[in-house]
């Protein structure tokens, strides 16, 4: 079985600070991990995925991600947060166990104060 | 190049009634996907195709929602009758294949009054 956690329902930064938003799975085999980011009435886009490559995994729009094994983590990272961060933040797993379906979290709503 | 469409984009009806749902997938994609999102939750998946074939639709509750892969392409995912619980957002994704990366389409917005 695999899963995955978002620790954080709401996150809210000001611009140009930090942002960091928190991730664990659980998955029986070695994963892939995702986050994709939904904008208001926009579909679903993905940010970054790791794949068993790098663990320090960058992706658009200044995001990154590190993988850590050992603490079945995956969190996200931006050391500047912009107002077009605004968003919902889905992290998700998948894995050739469970035949590559996609498992979301429940989301993390992120505001960006001026 | 053209994204997932989906269409409609909002869809209110009444409890009883039935609704469908139309998807276009990206070109040359083979896997389709069906998901429903819950406000305030992430999507979960209902029906995924390879080509025409349904290979997992163990989370579709097939008592009152049906889809079809005519030809392999576009998608429909039907809903009769309608529940008040069914209001969510439904959202239609494409892949080369089952390992590829997914795209996800606006989604269908769907109030049952």
């Known amino acids: 079985a695999q899963s995955v956690t978002q620790l954080d329902s709401h996150v809210s930064v000001s611009e140009g600070t930090p942002v960091l938003l928190r991730c664990n799975y659980s998955?029986?085999?070695?994963?892939?991990l995702f986050w994709y980011v939904q904008h208001p009435n926009k579909g679903l886009q993905l940010l970054l995925k790791?794949?068993?490559?790098?663990?320090l995994v960058k992706g658009i729009n200044g995001f990154e991600a590190e993988f850590k094994k050992s603490e079945t983590s995956f969190h996200l990272t931006k050391p500047s947060a912009h107002m077009s961060d605004a968003a919902e933040y889905f992290c998700?797993?998948?894995?050739?166990?469970?035949?590559?379906?996609?498992?979301f979290g429940a989301g993390t709503t992120v505001t960006v104060r001026a | 190049e053209a994204g997932v469409v989906q269409s409609p984009r909002y869809k209110i009806i009444e409890k009883k009634q039935p609704v469908a749902f139309w998807c276009n997938p990206i070109?040359?994609?083979?896997?389709l996907y069906w998901y429903l999102q819950n406000l305030g939750q992430g999507p979960e998946l209902l029906i995924r195709?390879?080509?025409?074939?349904?290979?997992?639709d163990s989370q579709l509750p097939k008592d009152r929602f049906s889809a079809e892969r005519l030809k392999g392409v576009d998608s429909t995912l039907k809903i009769q009758p309608a529940e008040l619980g069914d209001s969510a957002v439904y959202l239609c994704?494409?892949?080369?294949?089952?390992?590829?990366?997914?795209?996800f389409g606006q989604g269908t917005r769907l109030t049952v009054v």
């Open positions: 994704a494409s892949s080369l294949d089952r390992q590829g990366q997914a795209f």
């Open positions: 998955s029986s085999y070695s994963p892939s």
């Open positions: 790791y794949t068993s490559a790098a663990t």
């Open positions: 998700v797993v998948s894995a050739r166990s469970n035949d590559y379906k996609l498992s």
């Open positions: 070109s040359g994609h083979n896997t």
């Open positions: 195709y390879e080509n025409e074939e349904a290979v997992d």
